[in-house]
């Protein structure tokens, strides 16, 4: 058995009372299978939490969510303490993430939380509350 399964080998014998090699490789085998739960590209979720990531992408979201409505983006930039091109670049990234939606309308811009950003956001919600 190789060198990398060595902690491994004593965990199934500290479990098992022994381990063979048939041993190590059931268990590597059925880890394995576990991988392909994942999905084959997970650009998009990566995408997505990285850009949660941030505070005031995270606040934004938070507030769209809360909102429960489209909100104009002239009602965003009040609430957050930075500037007005940082509010559109963090929508911008929000959008591209799939966590917004926008619509333009004359010369305002609306956004609303997709229903991702509203499972995110529950999951967060949920767990945390297990936490406590």
């Not at 190789?2 to 004593?10: I, K, M, N, V, Y």
């Not at 392909?36 to 941030?54: R, Y």
């Not at 911008?92 to 004359?106: C, E």
């Not at 811009?109 to 949920?126: G, H, Q, S």
Request: charged share 30%; proline share 3%.
């Amino acid at each position: 058995m190789g060198s990398q399964t060595g902690r491994l080998e004593r965990l199934i014998t500290e479990e098992n009372g022994g381990c063979c090699e048939a041993d190590v490789e059931d268990r590597l085998d059925s880890l394995r299978s576990y991988q392909s739960a994942a999905p084959e590209s997970p650009d998009a979720d990566l995408t997505a939490l990285k850009t949660l990531g941030n505070e005031t992408r995270y606040n934004i979201v938070r507030l769209l969510n809360a909102a429960d409505r489209e909100v104009c983006v002239c009602e965003i930039n009040p609430v957050f303490a930075v500037s007005d091109s940082a509010i559109s670049h963090a929508l911008s990234d929000l959008y591209d993430a799939g966590l917004v939606t926008r619509r333009k309308d004359g010369t305002w811009r609306y956004y609303e939380t997709t229903p991702r950003a509203e499972a995110l956001l529950a999951a967060l919600d949920e767990t945390q509350e297990g936490d406590r």
